[in-house]
């Protein structure tokens, strides 16, 4: 009897490929398979799309977070990632003791600006610092010397990790905008330099189901606050006028993943087309809620600027020239 041979595997697949000297011109979710990553944040710069990602290290047998370093990678069409290793880890924050959380890197007057999450030594719970490098694949270090945003500003949270997942704006006017949190979803102008809050801290009272993971861009004078509602997590959004609000709430664009109780994600728009990249459990064994995986698939607007819901695929995107 004949039995026919089973496919061959994604990563082989593409490793034979790059053999021959031939590409694929489409990617595959997830797009990085030799290690976990999640908490993915993506910056447009000089034509490449540089990917920052949290390294998840939990062992199989293990349920909790385990993130010490951050890893960099790149792309010019979407589809082909280049590895940068890893250009900053927890630890290179002198003040801090580890936990490599959700992060953003934004240019800045030619340089580039980590804002990081990254558990205290001194302050309990978790805070936010900022590492400054010449080069988007770093090596970052601490610009400031000491934490941005710790737990011990936002009092009227009594947990110790809802000062988590930075993202920055900044807008046509160059001001810089910080938003972040847990339960609270909080906001802040920051100074010229990007190293200081500049004027209080406020909250988004207008989130009654926010949980983490901010991502604030703007499209067509519209401002976009997109975030993560519930758990297991869905990703949500709201709109304004004002990168300061007030915000209306829509609906939801990306599901549960169904193996992978956190939804974070990041929205870029590079060669004319809008992308949503988050992560999820797929790659098995041992992928899930600790161990996670960077996706990317394309990101609709409708003609009225509202967002379609996000369709997560295991193909991924095409490649963008």
Same mark, same amino acid.
């Given at each position: 009897?004949? #039995?026919?041979?089973? *496919? ?20 595959? @979710? ?11 944040? /993506?910056?447009?710069? &000089? ?34 990632? =280049?590895?940068? &290793? ?30 990081? =999450? ?24 601490? /610009?400031?010397?000491? /934490? ?46 990007? *190293? ?42 709201? #709109? ?11 609906? +939801?664009?990306?599901?549960?993943? &169904? @193996?992978?109780? #956190?939804?974070?994600?990041?929205? +870029? ?29 394309? *990101? ?22």
């Amino acid at each position: 009897m004949f #039995t026919p041979r089973p *496919l061959l595997p994604v990563r082989f697949a593409f490793t034979l490929l790059a053999l021959l000297g031939l590409s694929s011109t489409r990617a595959a @979710n997830p797009i990085i398979t030799d290690v976990h990553t999640a908490d993915p944040a /993506a910056l447009v710069h &000089g034509g490449r799309v540089y990917l920052y990602a949290g390294q998840d290290e939990a062992p199989d047998n293990k349920s909790d977070y385990r993130m010490n370093r951050w890893l960099c990678y790149s792309s010019d069409d979407m589809v082909s990632w =280049t590895p940068h &290793g890893s250009p900053l880890a927890a630890t290179d924050f002198k003040w801090a003791k580890g936990s490599a959380w959700a992060s953003q890197v934004v240019e800045h007057q030619g340089k580039f600006y980590f804002f990081a =999450t990254v558990e205290h030594a001194t302050v309990k719970g978790m805070s936010i610092g900022v590492a400054v490098s010449d080069s988007p694949t770093g090596p970052f270090v601490d /610009a400031r010397g000491s /934490a941005l945003v710790t737990n011990d500003m936002t009092t009227d949270v009594k947990i110790w990790w809802d000062d988590i997942d930075p993202t920055v704006f900044i807008d046509d006017d160059s001001q810089a905008y910080l938003y972040w949190g847990n339960t609270k979803c909080r906001w802040a102008k920051l100074t010229p330099d990007l *190293l200081h809050l500049d004027g209080p801290i406020h909250t988004v009272e207008e989130f009654k189901r926010f949980t983490e993971a901010p991502w604030l861009h703007k499209r067509k004078g519209i401002y976009y606050l997109t975030y993560s509602t519930d758990f297991p997590e869905k990703t949500t959004y709201a #709109t304004s006028d004002s990168p300061t609000g007030p915000w209306k709430l829509h609906g +939801i664009i990306n599901e549960i993943a &169904g @193996n992978c109780n #956190t939804n974070h994600h990041a929205i +870029i728009t590079f060669k004319g087309r809008d992308y949503f990249i988050y992560h999820n459990g797929a790659i098995q064994p041992h992928g899930g809620s600790y161990r996670r995986s960077v996706c990317i698939d394309y *990101l609709h607007y409708n003609p009225d600027g509202s967002i379609q819901r996000v369709v997560m695929t295991s193909e991924g995107v095409s490649a963008v020239r």
